[in-house]
T-cell receptor
């Protein structure tokens, strides 16, 4: 079975500072990893994904994530946070191959303080 | 590209009635769509996988006779909540799978309130 852990329910960061939202995963095989962001009362917006290749993945709105196989992590990062980045962030994993279902983490609420 | 719409965005209904929610992929074809349910301040719970032209696959614990899914075309899947009760009140979100590159794009969600 696959699982995703987001160890922090809440992350607070000052505007202009770097931000990190943590994600670790557990799968028996090669993972496809995803980050999504959710604003209040809205669906999820795709930010970025890792399928294969370069471990550093760049995505939308200046976000990036680094795939670390030895630590089974896929932390989301941004060099300089904006107040508008405040939202709920979800990490998700699926196995490569035919199964397409995503397993989501519990979510991390990011608050960027002005 | 990769835009998914849902209709309606919110609905209020009386207990015992049925509600239909539509999920459309606007600029791509999706042989596979997914339906999720989200409770306040919680993660998404997968309800079912909807495959165009075939029966949906439901997750354990999800009543298929209560949550009817129809994926009649490559751009449309519908979820019908039959005989709705207050405990069915929730935020329902659909997603559509691009193929390739196998990324799920989500609709904006539908807030269902059953009185």
């Amino acid at each position: 079975a696959q699982s995703v852990a987001q160890p922090e329910d809440q992350v607070n960061v000052a505007e202009g500072n770097p931000l990190t939202v943590k994600c670790t995963y557990s799968v028996s095989g090669n993972p496809y990893l995803f980050w999504y962001v959710q604003y209040p009362n809205r669906g999820l917006q795709f930010l970025l994904k890792y399928i294969t290749g370069d471990n550093l993945v760049k995505g939308s709105y200046g976000f990036e994530a680094e795939f670390n196989k030895s630590q089974t992590s896929f932390h989301l990062k941004k060099p300089s946070a904006l107040v508008s980045d405040s939202a709920l962030y979800f990490c998700a994993v699926r196995l490569s191959g035919s199964a397409r279902q995503l397993t989501f983490g519990s979510g991390t609420q990011l608050t960027v303080l002005p | 590209g990769a835009v998914v719409s849902q209709h309606p965005s919110w609905v209020i209904c009386k207990s015992g009635t049925s509600v239909k929610i539509e999920c459309r992929s606007l600029d791509f074809q999706a042989t596979t769509m997914f339906w999720y349910r989200q409770f306040p301040k919680q993660s998404l719970m997968l309800m079912a996988t909807s495959n165009e032209g075939s029966k949906a696959t439901y997750e354990q614990g999800v009543e298929k006779d209560k949550f009817l899914i129809n994926h009649a075309s490559l751009t449309l899947s519908t979820l019908t909540v039959t005989s709705a009760h207050p405990e069915d009140s929730s935020f329902y979100i659909c997603s559509a799978l691009t193929s390739p590159p196998d990324t799920q794009y989500f609709g904006p969600g539908t807030r269902l309130t059953v009185l």
